[in-house]
Every structure is written in C-alpha cells, then in structure tokens.
C-alpha cells in the first residue's frame, strides 16, 4: 500500500537507506537534499519504504501545488525491488487530490504507459559513460572541443580543484546572471549551502579555471553518488568563452575520472548551444519525462502557465 506523508512523518533514516539501496538511487532525493532545496517536503511511501517518492510542495493563495526544485533536475520513484511502469502509474494515481497542481521531473528510469491521467513531456540530458581508459573517451571527442582545449592550453589557462563555491556563484551572478532576476538572493545562498554540505560529504567537487595571470575565469561544481557524477553548476566569465576554459575544465575532470565506473550527466540540456557543448565531449541524449497535473479551476489555469513559464526560465539559466 501506498501512503501519503506529511514531513513530519517520515522515518528520514528509512528514507536515506532506501535512496541508498534503490535501483536507481541519486542524492537528488537524499533527505538532507531535499531539506535544503524543498523545505517540508512530503512523500508517497509504499510497505516499509521499499519505494518512495518526494513531493516537493508549497502553498500560495490557498493552492497547494508540487513543483520541482532548483538545482534538482530528477525525482520521481525510488525503489529497492521494482521500477516497471505500473509502479510509476500506482504512484501517480496515489498523489492526493488536495495538490491542486503537479509539474515534476520523474527520473531516466521511471517509464510510463499511456494514459496515466497526466500530461507528459521528455526532457534531454547527456550522459557520457567514463568506464572506458581516457584515451578511448578523447577519441570521441568533437574537432571543435579539441579545438577548444588546445586553444586553452596555449593561453596557459590551469586548472585546480581548490576553488571555491563563491568564485562560481559570484561569476555566474556577474556574468551570465546579470540582469536576470530569476533567481532570488536566497536561491544562491541555497545553492551555496548545497555545494558546501557536498563536499562535507565528499559528494561535491569543484574544478576551477585560472588564467596565466592566476585570475579566475571558469568553476564547474560536480556531485557524486550511486555510480553517477552530475554537473551541477558552473560560472564563467567572458574571457572563458574565448580562451576555452570550459572545455579544459570537463577535460580535465573526465581525465581524472575515466576508468571509473561512472556515468557523467552533464543535466541538459533544451538550449541547443549548451547541448552542443555536451555532446562535443562524445555524450549521448538520454530521455526522462516531466509530468503535469492541473485541477486548478478554469479561471485560475492561466496562472499555473505562468508559473511553468517562469520556472523554464530560471532552469533555461542555470
């Protein structure tokens, strides 16, 4: 039987033992994740949290509604026994009625059958599997990338793992971010925590990009777990774009990393420069499904569109 479960009532020491033991486990859904980017999250539990599944959720006028977090690409069901798509429909059919509104990205291996009673759409990441030696991986790589790697090696740009987070997150802000107001100041101080507790776990890794003259100009923060490493955010600044730091800092991490059993998930992307970017190191597209549930009155749909719009563009920018 699936149950339903306010915050407070979750056993978050079984619910950290099933992520770790799931299928397809990921720290997206570990609690203290979750704690950090969906305060008060609730969740569906099936038996003795065999399988589970977070729901992130707020209220704003009155409306209860499930949303997806920032800087958590996936959720949807974990389980330690089965993932087949009846298990995602059983799931889907136990969200409570009370939640007015649902858009969640499910995980690459949750499937679905059709006519499961929501609206689906896929989302792309790029997965690039790190198993293989470095120099079978660099064979793969696109001629622009070594292009590009080449470019900063001649600029004398170095890379370091002893970044720190504010480095990144300030060159965002200062760059890419500028004049954007999609994320609040408390979205960066969230984002900043995130990275610190990772490496407190030693989950998360920074790769920064430092110019001859020891200036920061790329950061790339990674975070690792269950045989999977996420790219989870980086900050540029314009001098990158042309001296090719960014190429040289993923090259330089999948050369640290190859050889591993590891699937590096670059998370995305919808934006055709980025996703060239990606696949430019040899990645593949990988499918998940977001899905989305709309029991708002008629009159009140329009702002659920809204929302949506707004949440696309503050992930469109990370």
Request: contains cysteine.
């Amino acid at each position: 039987m699936i149950r339903y479960l306010e915050n407070k009532q979750i056993d978050f020491e079984k619910w950290d033992d099933c992520i770790e033991r799931s299928l397809n486990g990921i720290f997206y859904a570990s609690s203290w994740y979750l704690d950090m980017t969906a305060p008060g999250w609730a969740a569906l539990v099936e038996g003795n949290y065999e399988s589970v599944m977070p729901l992130p959720s707020r209220k704003k006028l009155g409306i209860k509604y499930i949303y997806q977090p920032f800087f958590v690409q996936q959720l949807g069901i974990f389980s330690t026994t089965s993932l087949s798509a009846e298990v995602t429909t059983r799931f889907l059919e136990a969200i409570p009625r009370h939640f007015s509104f649902v858009e969640l990205n499910l995980n690459t291996f949750n499937k679905a059958n059709e006519g499961i009673g929501v609206r689906t759409a896929n989302r792309i990441t790029h997965h690039l599997d790190l198993i293989e030696p470095y120099e079978q991986i660099e064979r793969r790589y696109s001629s622009n990338t070594r292009r590009n790697i080449k470019k900063a090696e001649k600029a004398g740009v170095f890379v370091t793992s002893h970044g720190r987070p504010e480095e990144i997150i300030e060159t965002f802000r200062n760059n890419r971010g500028r004049g954007i107001k999609a994320f609040s100041e408390g979205d960066y101080k969230v984002l900043k925590h995130l990275i610190y507790s990772g490496m407190h776990r030693g989950m998360a890794k920074i790769m920064s990009a430092y110019t001859v003259e020891n200036n920061f100009c790329a950061g790339i923060v990674f975070f690792q777990s269950h045989k999977k490493t996420v790219f989870l955010f980086s900050g540029s600044t314009a001098l990158a774009r042309d001296n090719g730091a960014m190429f040289m800092l993923v090259d330089a991490y999948i050369r640290e990393m190859a050889g591993k059993e590891l699937v590096l998930d670059f998370e995305g992307s919808s934006d055709p420069q980025l996703a060239r970017f990606y696949k430019g190191f040899g990645s593949k597209e990988c499918v998940f499904l977001q899905i989305e549930k709309n029991r708002m009155p008629i009159g009140l749909r329009q702002l659920a569109g809204l929302y949506r719009l707004l949440q696309q563009k503050k992930r469109a920018i990370s």
